[in-house]
């Protein structure tokens, strides 16, 4: 079993940034894929951002690219996501998740094993 506890969401003004954690237990996460994905009021989850195991690449949403970062630190068991220049779009639960699987589609939450229970992002005008 894999707990995954997000943290660092809150109000933040249009343009400025955020940067949200995702603290990870069990042994192995090096191994995972890692994701975040986010749910804005009324719409459904959408991915935003995903590193595979090695972290040698990254991948990301059209809406986002060029503005957010997904870091891991294996050694703390931890994903971040840096959010800059954020707009009212952003506005969402943003979710953490965790993919067990060799071969995956970073993009489906249904890839996804695990799941964070999500911190708010709001942003203001």
């Known amino acids: 079993q894999v707990q995954l506890v997000e943290s660092g969401g809150g109000l933040v003004q249009a343009g400025g940034s955020l940067r949200l954690s995702c603290a990870a237990s069990?042994?192995?996460?090096?191994?995972?894929?890692m994701g975040w994905f986010r749910q804005a009021p009324g719409k459904e989850r959408e991915f935003v951002a995903a590193m595979p195991r090695n972290g040698r690449h990254t991948y990301y949403a059209d809406s986002v690219k060029g503005r957010f970062t997904i870091s891991r630190d294996n050694a703390t068991n931890t994903v971040y996501l840096q959010m800059r220049t954020l707009n009212s779009e952003d506005t969402a639960v943003y979710y953490c998740?965790?993919?067990?699987?060799?071969?995956?589609?970073?993009?489906?939450?249904?890839?996804?094993?695990?799941w964070g229970q999500g911190t708010l992002v709001t942003v203001s005008l």
């Open positions: 998740a965790a993919a067990m699987s060799t071969s995956v589609v970073v993009t489906t939450t249904s890839s996804y094993d695990y």
């Open positions: 069990g042994r192995t996460f090096s191994t995972y894929v």
